[in-house]
């Protein structure tokens, strides 16, 4: 198929082009209007008006078009006017010479280098208009200042890291892209200049976070706090009528700017949290008091068991009734209902190939295996997918213990972002005991970590735990184990926020996977302990709901 | 081109997701907010979510 055969016209070969839509334009009284946006490249297209969408057969390697750096550095002869503009901004000549600002037409020239070359230019005009080069590499405004630095302050701009460097602050590096709307999700996209920087961010011991004091700047400080890791991150406290270190600088002066750097004060974490530190987060509880934690996929589930960030989720049952399967299926509802990202050990799975697949037949709905299985196309293209979301950890180490999964889920988040983490099964991991501690002891420890860590990166971490003995009743079935049968102590139920028991229901008469919730901390917004009833298909390995009514599924 | 599974809620959930997002990435694009890469990257993820 090629866009001709399509009744596409092009006017060009490459790149991305507006071109009216053979659909619909002939119907419209803007006919002329370019409606359809065709990536050349890529061999897709989409209607902004019908809808009308598609791509061609041919097989594209590369969605992402190759990074280009500038092809010249900006021209460093500012003009006068310009130079009073910075002065006025309280940037001395001195620091503009010194970071090599340029000049250009109407456009003010922030040249970014890494490793010594210009990889980027972000430009901007007195009156705040911004651009940057095309499919220029995405990294930190003065990236080579951050290298070997213990402490590092990020700015929202480039006219705020400047004005630290007036202070004398050379450890301060900008984001590229500014802030992110407040409630927006973030996207991978937005954060990639993480990726350069990884070994510095990771490798400092403090993170001065001066976002601007607005709702985006607090919502980038958030998420950029959740990625780095709050226990290194400090924030800072503007002045009233302040909203960015610039402003600061040009109403306080630089005494004050220090004074901002030299307070900066650490996220809550340790332990000691002051009112005023939650004032803002439960004034949002109590004005959004319907907030509740996220459906599982599953509507018989919602008044049960919902999922919050920041939680440890306990799962059991007794061996093949399907506690990973179950597991798996919530992660892939969680991936296509709320685009959830997942750390995943599951040492029970491996190699990972079989597992992909298993993970595949859920996403897809289809078999992975017989005469029906799904065709080629399709796996390669729900792999494409959830390489997005689903990380495998641990998969090449052979004693894996709990630090070592968290120490990779740590750089997971930093990298992607992560939203869940499933350690599955936990006898699996290499459990090393301190001298004198006993498996009660070692378990409220590690609980107390896992917990500690879901709440730090807000993630919601799934262990799923055989139980210690199995019972039968008087019919010699198995009986429902509970989060106390957990060898290790009832701190399984102590400590985790929720414990569920998944049991497989079979008799003459019925035939059903039961989902177990034994407890629920936070009821108010994830549900009450109960029982939900799910079938499973053997085939795709897919959960539904027991009842024939699938009322409230698909609404 | 395989058949799209319509009976699927959690499918048709995530393509719509990921319509959406791309259609604010094209309206961030025209404000200059969104780069091209970003475009082509919504896209490509929409576009393969309707081909399943």
């Known amino acids: ?555 | 081109m395989p058949k799209p599974n319509l009976n699927d809620y959690h499918m048709r959930k995530m393509k719509m997701r990921l319509h959406e997002e791309f259609d604010k990435i094209w309206v961030k694009l025209n404000n200059n907010e969104a780069t091209e890469s970003q475009w082509h990257i919504a896209l490509n993820k929409w576009l393969n979510s309707e081909k399943i």
């Open chain 1, 1 to 555: 198929m090629t866009f001709e055969e399509l009744g596409i016209r092009l006017s060009n070969t490459s790149g991305q082009e507006k071109t009216q839509c053979p659909q619909c334009s002939h119907q419209r009284k803007k006919g002329s209007e370019p409606c359809l946006s065709v990536n050349i490249d890529e061999g897709t297209y989409y209607c902004h008006h019908c809808s009308w969408k598609g791509g061609l057969n041919e097989k594209h390697s590369n969605p992402t078009p190759p990074i280009v750096r500038p092809k010249e550095k900006p021209k460093t002869d500012i003009p006068e006017e310009v130079m009073s503009w910075f002065k006025d901004r309280g940037i001395s000549e001195d620091v503009v010479i010194s970071e090599k600002i340029g000049y250009n037409n109407r456009w003010i020239q922030f040249p970014f280098y890494k490793g010594g070359e210009v990889v980027n230019i972000k430009s901007r005009t007195a009156d705040k208009k911004f651009r940057q080069e095309k499919n220029a590499e995405k990294c930190f405004y003065r990236f080579d200042h951050m290298e070997g630095m213990e402490t590092i302050i990020i700015t929202e701009g480039e006219m705020d890291a400047l004005s630290l460097v007036e202070c004398g602050y050379n450890n301060v590096v900008s984001i590229p892209d500014g802030a992110i709307a407040p409630n927006a999700k973030p996207s991978d996209a937005k954060f990639s200049y993480l990726l350069s920087a990884e070994k510095q961010m990771l490798g400092a011991v403090t993170i001065i976070l001066a976002m601007d004091n607005d709702p985006s700047g607090d919502a980038m400080r958030d998420e950029l706090s959740r990625r780095i890791g709050r226990e290194k991150c400090y924030r800072v406290s503007y002045p009233d009528g302040c909203k960015d270190m610039n402003e600061v600088l040009m109403k306080h002066g630089e005494e004050k700017v220090i004074d901002l750097i030299t307070d900066a004060h650490p996220y809550p974490i340790d332990g000691v949290i002051t009112i005023a530190d939650v004032t803002e987060d439960a004034i949002d509880l109590l004005l959004k008091p319907d907030s509740k934690g996220l459906s599982t996929g599953w509507a018989v589930l919602d008044d049960k068991y919902r999922v919050s960030p920041s939680e440890v989720t306990v799962i059991t049952g007794v061996p093949n009734m399907g506690k990973s399967e179950w597991m798996d299926a919530l992660m892939i509802n969680m991936v296509q209902d709320h685009m959830w990202k997942f750390g995943i050990f599951s040492a029970e799975n491996f190699p990972v190939k079989h597992h992909l697949l298993k993970l595949v037949g859920k996403f897809t709905g289809k078999a992975f295996w017989g005469d029906d299985r799904l065709d080629e196309d399709t796996a390669r293209t729900s792999m494409s997918i959830l390489d997005d979301h689903i990380k495998f950890i641990g998969t090449q180490e052979t004693d894996i213990t709990i630090e070592s999964i968290l120490e990779q889920a740590k750089v997971l988040n930093y990298r992607y972002g992560l939203n869940g983490l499933i350690i599955d099964p936990w006898n699996t991991v290499e459990h090393k005991f301190r001298q004198g501690e006993n498996e009660t002891n070692y378990v409220s420890r590690v609980l107390a970590s896992l917990n500690s860590f879901a709440k730090l990166y807000e993630i919601h971490i799934w262990v799923v735990a055989h139980p210690r003995k199995m019972e039968n009743d008087n019919n010699r079935k198995p009986v429902v184990p509970s989060p106390y049968d957990i060898s290790g102590s009832a701190n399984w139920f102590n400590k985790s926020d929720n414990a569920i028991t998944i049991h497989r229901h079979k008799d003459e008469d019925e035939d059903y996977v039961g989902v177990h919730v034994h407890k629920i901390r936070f009821q108010y917004k994830n549900g009450r302990p109960g029982m939900g009833k799910l079938n499973y298909d053997i085939k795709n390995g897919k959960y539904g709901e027991y009842h024939e009514s699938k009322e409230g599924l698909f609404e």
